[in-house]
């Protein structure tokens, strides 16, 4: 199994960017589909982006589509999650997460997750 540790969030101001980094260890990174997903205070956990084992498949949901970009470097065990044009509506704490085999967007597709990373836009 991986272990997961996200880092980059911070406090940025709308139509600003930020990078977030998800650092695995434990596994064949390869193997695992990853995923971003952020949980706002009161609201359920989403997903914002994910991407196959080997990077060549990606998802983004309508709400961040053109705005966030996944990648991944299985080099260095680490995804990615680029976002520009951030709105104050993007605050949330964002999570990595891993499964093996194909990208999912469901929450409880995903075995294992990171601890998250807080992010706030200001307005």
């Known amino acids: 199994q991986v272990q997961l540790v996200e880092s980059g969030g911070g406090l940025v101001q709308a139509g600003g960017s930020l990078r977030l980094y998800c650092a695995a260890s434990g596994g064949t990174f390869s193997d695992y589909a990853m995923g971003w997903f952020r949980q706002a205070p009161g609201k359920e956990r989403e997903i914002v982006a994910a991407i196959s084992g080997s990077g060549g498949s990606v998802y983004y949901p309508n709400s961040v589509k053109g705005r966030f970009t996944i990648s991944r470097d299985n080099s260095k065990n680490t995804v990615y999650l680029q976002m520009n044009s951030l709105k104050p509506e993007d605050t949330a704490s964002y999570y990595c997460?891993?499964?093996?085999?194909?990208?999912?967007?469901?929450?409880?597709?995903?075995?294992?997750w990171g601890q998250g990373t807080q992010v706030t836009v200001s307005s």
């Open positions: 997460a891993a499964r093996r085999g194909s990208w999912r967007t469901a929450v409880g597709t995903y075995d294992q």
